[in-house]
């Protein structure tokens, strides 16, 4: 076997999702701004057939990786904002449960592994150094997963891209990887699972600590409406239905209501609608009742009675 056999990329696409690759147009963009240079080694050991391969599945890596370096970055912004200046306070504690564990894995693996993720250097090497460690499988198979779930939130500007077909290609070359061998990757598929699923966490408090943000601000911008418009009218009863405060609630979640959330909102504004209608019907029988009284005492004095200073 040759030495050019040997170097291969581990990994294999399919006819098929190279054909929706080329015709990914954002992927495509994505290409364009890479880098083709191969180091002295592979230069000379690959084929020029194995050099276009490995540039395709670094590009797929580099894809893949990108979002978490803008999930990591959007977490870290939000992290400062909320923890403000406390001194000393690491980012991770602005989280809580698993995802303040995803965000300093996250953090470890990008610092540790920038050149890595960021696909620098010769694309052989990018490549090749997927399987060299364990982290560093997680992480591209964690990638993977959360490919089909980003682009359903707002905090990774991302479009909607399906990478399946490399997980798969990820676990057949571990499988077939002498050193790994076939019984880790239900192990480590765990693992990235895990990993994936602590990740939603952080993105959806992400999402929570922003929209809180947005909506401590509505809110005090819209009470010193209130109030001002309250000094400029005051003695008079408005009544009004505050549906908009649990829109912007419902807003607030990351995900969709159910059928039973938008029920219980429902009978919420309902309900307030009926207590203002009560309200407002009891307020204007008082007031014609009172009305009603005084034409009547005028009718029979001819005066209006209106009480003496001091006896209200």
């Known amino acids: 076997m040759s030495i050019s056999a040997d170097i291969a990329s581990p990994f294999e696409v399919s006819a098929d999702a190279a054909a929706a690759l080329e015709h990914d147009a954002v992927f495509q963009r994505v290409r364009q701004r890479m880098e083709s240079s191969f180091c002295p080694f592979h230069s000379a050991e690959c084929s020029e057939q194995q050099r276009s391969v490995f540039r395709l599945h670094r590009d797929v890596i580099y894809t893949l990786l990108l979002p978490l370096f803008e999930i990591h970055d959007q977490a870290t912004q939000i992290a400062t904002r909320v923890l403000g200046r406390r001194k000393g306070a690491e980012p991770e504690r602005a989280f809580r449960g698993e995802a303040r564990g995803a965000f300093a894995w996250l953090h470890c693996i990008l610092t540790e592994e920038r050149e890595f993720?960021?696909?620098?250097?010769?694309p052989a090497c990018v490549v090749l150094h997927v399987l060299s460690s364990e982290p560093t499988i997680r992480l591209v198979a964690v990638?993977?997963?959360?490919?089909?779930?980003l682009p359903a939130t707002d905090l990774v500007d991302i479009k909607k891209r399906h990478f399946g077909f490399?997980?798969?290609?990820?676990?057949?070359?571990?499988?077939?990887?002498?050193?790994w061998g076939a019984e880790f990757w239900p192990e480590i598929q765990h693992r990235a699972e895990s990993l994936a699923v602590d990740i939603r966490y952080l993105i959806m408090q992400c999402v929570e600590h922003r929209n809180g943000t947005e909506l401590q601000r509505t809110a005090s911008i819209n009470s010193n409406n209130h109030n001002h418009h309250n000094n400029k009218s005051a003695g008079c009863i408005a009544m009004r239905s505050e549906r908009h405060a649990y829109r912007v609630h419902v807003r607030s979640i990351p995900v969709q209501p159910s059928a039973l959330a938008r029920r219980q909102l429902n009978m919420m504004w309902e309900e307030q609608d009926l207590v203002s209608k009560y309200l407002q019907s009891c307020w204007n029988?008082?007031?014609?009742?009172?009305?009603?009284?005084?034409?009547?005492d005028f009718s029979k004095t001819g005066t209006l009675y209106f009480p003496r200073e001091g006896t209200i």
Do not use: N, Y
């Open 117 to 122: 993720c960021l696909a620098e250097g010769c």
């Open 143 to 149: 990638a993977c997963m959360l490919s089909d779930f």
């Open 285 to 296: 029988s008082l007031c014609w009742s009172d009305r009603r009284q005084k034409m009547v």
């Open 166 to 179: 490399w997980l798969k290609a990820m676990e057949k070359a571990v499988r077939e990887d002498a050193f």
